[in-house]
């Protein structure tokens, strides 16, 4: 007894093990954390190409969520989604968590479900068992939450243990693969490439108060997360890329500031695209070689997804028609982001308070876009949609828009109504006889010019002549250059006038 009473007594306890309790860390300077911070940024633009591209390549791969898979699910209904995404915004806020936590525990519990069937009773298991992997994945270790606090969070519905293997079962049937392109993510690329226009801005008027240019850009930063966040409540925004969800909150929440940094940097993105075309066609002419097939193509920052004139700004404006329409319903759908965002929906709501006669044009009801590739938008509400986003002003509210699109078919001489993405600024180019995009070559006069190089004809440019870039800077949108402009234009802004004017008939 007393050898069995001494192995007791050395015996060690689990409460003494570990690094000692009474010893604080030594906290890191912050000098030291801002010049480590401050190099690796440096470094990082080295690598910033390959990063866009690695984000591009995810979001064509492994960022969609296969919603039809999900509505097959036995137990689990949409209309649940709201009330389980209300309790785990309340526990990322609780914690403080990085934003892009919430955005990949929503990414795998949406990922889990369209490949698992989950009972109702285990659903909010595995909503808080991703967030608790997001955490892991995303958050320091200081931050991320005990399985006593998952199970206190809980109200100790759900043992510790189920957690553990809840989380073995979740990363077993992602095949542990956790990489996607967030909503987060892209925007703060969009973000990046605005932040110089907005140093060049003045300052803004916002509630009474001037803004400067960091507080215009941390402005912007909330409005564009909270309409990321909305979009996580909705069935049909998962129908689109993320990329182009980030795009439309950027643009709707610098405009509503009255800010044209976001349209600013699009112009120039979409302009370097199209030099960036012309140059490697001059290259493939010159120096070809048989790597170059292997190559991945430059990407348009911020469309990760690839840039299609029509396609492009089509889906952006059925992404703002749904912010609108989740706004309207925002009362009844979430709480959390109520209280979270009250003073952006404040400022949200009398911006659009000032368009009702262009909201009455566009749809009431979410279940429109149910399937959004059948669903095809009128003029009235192209327009509608380009007005909101700061593409063409509003010089005429009171007026019918019938009055300032064509309602006449469309002809060779007659003028287009255009947006920024569109190619107006394109006069002097022109395709060859052979391009499958036109049937014939046309050539567009501007300002004496009869014939001007091709866009993919012409193997090199000349150093003498003009540039045949679009300067998007000067192509302001103004109601002189949509009712006055020049009876020429590209094949492309043809197609797009085309294709506006066959909605019509």
């Known amino acids: 007894m007393s050898s069995n009473e001494t192995i007791s007594t050395w015996s060690p306890k689990l409460t003494n093990l570990g690094p000692p309790k009474h010893i604080k860390p030594r906290l890191y300077h912050p000098t030291l954390e801002l010049l480590e911070r401050a190099a690796n940024e440096k470094y990082l633009t080295e690598y910033e190409q390959d990063i866009y591209n690695d984000f591009s390549y995810l979001e064509n ?57 989950v009972f109702k009773k285990h659903y909010q298991l595995v909503g808080v068992v991703a967030l608790w992997i997001a955490s892991k994945y995303e958050d320091k270790k200081s931050r991320v939450p005990t399985l006593k606090e998952l199970t206190m969070m809980c109200r100790n519905v759900y043992d510790q243990d189920m957690f553990v293997q809840m989380e073995r079962h979740v990363l077993s049937t992602l095949d542990w693969n956790l990489q996607f ?5 892209c925007l703060q690329i969009c973000l990046k490439n605005t932040k110089s226009f907005i140093l060049e801005s003045t300052p803004q008027k916002i509630d009474n108060k001037y803004l400067n240019q960091d507080e215009l850009h941390l402005r912007i930063e909330e409005i564009a997360r909270f309409l990321t966040e909305i979009s996580l409540y909705e069935r049909n925004f998962l129908q689109f890329p993320n990329s182009l969800i980030s795009i439309a909150a950027h643009l709707l929440a610098s405009h509503s500031l009255n ?5 600013d940097s699009f112009e120039v993105s979409i302009s370097k695209f199209y030099k960036q075309q012309q140059e490697n066609f001059d290259n493939l002419q010159e120096d070809f070689s048989t790597n170059d097939e292997n190559e991945l193509p430059d990407i348009i920052i911020p469309f990760l997804s690839g840039w299609n004139e029509d396609e492009s700004i089509d889906c952006i404006s059925k992404i703002l028609i749904m912010f609108i329409i989740t706004i309207n319903n925002l009362q009844d759908l979430s709480k959390v ?38 669903l ?28 300032v699109i064509p309602m006449t078919p469309v002809s060779a001489t007659s003028s287009t109504y255009s947006s920024i993405f569109s190619d ?82």
């Open 61 to 117: 791969v492994n960022s969609s969520i296969n919603c039809s898979m999900i509505d097959l699910q036995p137990e689990i209904q949409w209309f649940m989604r709201p009330y389980l995404l209300d309790f785990l915004l309340d526990v990322h806020n609780s914690l403080r968590l990085q934003p892009q936590t919430l955005f990949l525990s929503v990414f795998i519990m949406d990922n889990y479900c369209s490949k698992r069937v």
């Open 181 to 185: 392109t967030s909503l987060e993510d």
């Open 259 to 263: 800010s044209r940094s976001a349209l």
């Open 337 to 374: 982001l109520m209280d979270k965002y009250s003073q952006v929906i404040s400022l949200l709501e009398n911006f659009l308070s000032k368009f009702d006669h262009l909201l009455k044009h566009l749809p009431q009801q979410i279940e429109a876009f149910d399937n959004h590739s059948e």
């Open 376 to 403: 095809r938008l009128d003029v009235n509400q192209l327009r509608s949609c380009h007005v909101l986003l700061g593409l063409v002003p509003d010089s005429q509210p009171q007026q019918p828009l019938q009055s």
């Open 424 to 505: 107006n600024n394109f006069s002097n180019i022109s395709l060859p006889p052979s391009s499958p995009m036109i049937n014939s070559s046309k050539t567009c006069p501007q300002e004496g010019n009869t014939t001007g190089p091709a866009i993919f004809k012409k193997p090199k440019l000349q150093i003498n002549e003009p540039s045949n870039y679009p300067d998007f800077k000067t192509s302001r949108y103004n109601q002189d250059t949509i009712e006055n402009s020049s009876p020429d234009c590209s094949p492309l802004a043809q197609r797009s006038q085309n294709k506006l004017n066959m909605q019509i008939s």
